[in-house]
């Protein structure tokens, strides 16, 4: 069955860097939906990026732009299994979140929503503290 898992938060100050990774197994690779959802105590989940497998285009929330990367890889020596990236640079405060890879598979949209009521698949989610 799909699985996501996610890795690579923790603890930085204001202005660092931090690489979270997602494991997804079992995802089609051609035409799903990958996304980066973050949650804050007290606040719902809001969309940070999103990555369509068949386009390939990764799209971004506006409080990220410029700072957060997303990326997929499709590693050659296993089956059923894509990783997913997250590169945050000059994170801030208000960055301090869990955040969630999903996956939205299939899809036959061309274009990947921020809303997360339709993902059908979650990770566990990673923790991103950052200190000012």
């Known amino acids: 069955q799909v699985q996501l898992v996610e890795s690579g938060g923790g603890s930085v100050q204001a202005g660092g860097s931090l690489r979270l990774s997602c494991a997804a197994s079992k995802v089609m690779a051609s035409m799903s939906c990958l996304a980066w959802f973050r949650q804050s105590p007290g606040k719902e989940r809001e969309g940070v990026a999103t990555?369509?497998?068949?386009?390939?285009?990764?799209?971004?929330?506006?409080?990220v732009k410029g700072r957060f990367a997303i990326s997929r890889d499709i590693p050659e020596s296993t089956n059923y299994l894509q990783m997913l990236y997250l590169q945050m640079d000059n994170l801030q405060p208000e960055d301090t979140a869990v955040y969630y890879c999903?996956?939205?598979?299939?899809?036959?949209?061309?274009?990947?929503?921020?809303?997360?009521?339709?993902?059908?698949?979650w990770g566990q989610g990673t923790q991103v503290t950052v200190s000012a």
């Open positions: 999903a996956a939205l598979s299939p899809t036959y949209a061309l274009t990947c929503p921020m809303a997360p009521a339709v993902y059908n698949y």
């Open positions: 990555f369509h497998t068949y386009k390939t285009d990764p799209v971004y929330a506006d409080s």
